[in-house]
């Protein structure tokens, strides 16, 4: 049971290029959640999914595109990187709610992004 | 909009001293209130958390209570060590529909021997 993982690591890009960051969970989770950490700003939403086949926009969307085809992989698009997205990239994933909202959000270990 | 704030860090504290961390919010409805911990390198970890007003919630020796009235949720400790440091987060969950957590800015602990 590997939890959340995240593909790569670390990865450094030039303004303009494009890259796509993978999260998958084997937990069987309905929501699935991309996150940037920045210093001093703790963790900014970025999209989320509550479902297969389902996407929405969180709160700093812009730049970014997401993709849910399979419950078990979300994956985060960058299509023309700039320097405002280094960042820190986290992925989480939560069971769908029942009666009331106490999930608990599993995140995965993080991808280190670098713009130049 | 639903917010978080926490007091500033860095934090640093002497090996079995007492840790608060305060964290008060703001929202809309009655959300579930978190803390995460994340060690050097590492993704977010819950710690614990709460569910409705009066609630504690506790793990490995940290507890928060939820107190609505005066909406806050700080973190003590009564004995730290120095495996403690990490930055900590407060977080809430947002009842509406999307269950994604707002956060705090975050606050780096340093515990020295």
């Known amino acids: 049971n590997a939890g959340v993982t995240q593909t790569p690591k670390f990865r450094v890009l030039k303004t303009g290029q494009s890259m796509t960051l993978l999260c998958a969970q084997d937990m069987n989770h309905e929501y699935m959640y991309w996150y940037r950490q920045d210093p001093g700003m703790g963790l900014r939403l970025i999209h989320y999914s509550v479902g297969e086949g389902t996407t929405a926009k969180g709160e700093v969307p812009d730049g970014y595109n997401v993709s849910r085809l399979k419950k078990q992989n979300f994956l985060l698009g960058l299509e023309s990187a700039a320097p405002s997205q280094t960042s820190v990239y986290f992925c989480?994933?939560?069971?769908?709610?029942?009666?009331?909202?106490?999930?608990?959000?599993?995140f995965g270990p993080g991808t280190r992004l670098t713009v130049l | 909009g639903d917010s978080v704030t926490q007091m500033e860090g860095p934090v640093t504290l002497s090996e079995e001293a007492f840790l608060t961390i305060n964290c008060t919010y703001t929202a809309t409805g009655y959300p579930s209130l978190f803390w995460y911990v994340q060690y050097p390198g590492e993704g977010l970890q819950l710690l614990l958390k709460?569910?409705?007003?009066?609630d504690k919630g506790s793990n490995k020796g940290f507890e928060a209570t939820y107190r609505k009235e005066t909406t806050s949720f700080h973190l003590e400790k009564g004995s730290v060590q120095v495996s403690d440091s990490a930055v900590y987060f407060c977080?809430?969950?947002?009842?509406?529909?999307?269950?994604?957590?707002?956060f705090g800015s975050g606050t780096r602990l340093q515990v020295q021997p």
């Open positions: 989480a994933s939560s069971t769908h709610p029942g009666t009331r909202f106490t999930d608990t959000q599993y």
């Open positions: 977080a809430l969950s947002d009842p509406a529909g999307r269950r994604a957590l707002t």
């Open positions: 709460a569910t409705k007003a009066d």
